[in-house]
């Protein structure tokens, strides 16, 4: 297999480097310091797996994931984030635009080639050590989208998008007073008295993602 190092530090991607080639599997390792550099460079030589760090000058990790993902090439690499920023939500953030693994930047050469080998064999890979903060936010996330009415919902979406009370109740064809009650009620739920809070709220618990919303 083929690997591209993207750090903007050239010591670390030096050090990835000289990790990476004992694995008798990588037959090519090449490093840049920007997204865009790399980028510019595809022509017919395809890396099968980009290990990236999620803050880049020009262009973050995740803008580089969705851009991959967005190119017509002959095959798309597999995208791996090796980052010191590890809460959950950024996490998510990246499986849902098409990351295949997550690692943090404590993570061990061992574990860094276990996750290398796995990700290679079409599975996905998060650091051992960020699983179990992981595991509890998708069930505290549940108990919260459990709590919500399919109506509740909609309603969120189209606040959490710029809706006013009047826009949403035109999009959903319900009173104005209707949508105000369910308005009310999410935030209940969700224990916040404004509806900036409940958007950040909604943001914060993976339950709206300004990136992939259609109605923006």
């Known amino acids: 297999m083929n690997i591209v190092i993207i750090d903007d530090h050239q010591i670390v991607a030096d050090a990835l480097k000289v990790v990476l080639q004992t ?9 840049f310091l920007t997204a865009k550099a790399f980028l510019d460079s595809i022509g017919n030589w395809l890396p099968d797996i980009v290990i990236a760090d999620l803050s880049l000058p020009g262009m973050t990790g995740m803008e580089l994931i969705e851009t991959i993902q967005k190119r017509p ?11 010191s920023t590890t809460d959950v939500q950024t996490i998510k953030q990246a499986i849902r635009l098409g990351a295949s693994g997550y690692l943090s930047k404590g ?11 796995a990700i290679h064999n079409g599975e996905q890979y998060i650091s051992k050590s960020l699983r179990n903060s992981l ?9 919260v989208v459990l709590h919500l009415s ?9 606040i959490c998008s710029g809706h006013t009370i009047k826009e949403a109740a035109s999009v959903l064809k319900l009173s104005t007073h209707t949508i105000q009650g369910y308005h009310k009620n999410i935030m209940k739920k969700f224990k916040v008295s404004r509806t900036a809070d409940l958007i950040v709220f909604a943001i914060q618990k993976g339950l709206y993602n300004p990136s992939l919303d259609p109605n923006r």
């Open 135 to 143: 595991i509890n936010s998708v069930f505290v996330d549940e108990q």
């Open 150 to 158: 399919p109506r509740e919902k909609e309603v969120l979406a189209l």
């Open 23 to 31: 694995n008798a599997a990588i037959k090519e390792i090449r490093t």
């Open 73 to 83: 090439l002959p095959h798309h690499p597999r995208v791996v984030i090796l980052s």
């Open 107 to 117: 993570v061990s050469v061992a574990e860094l080639q276990e996750a290398i080998d």
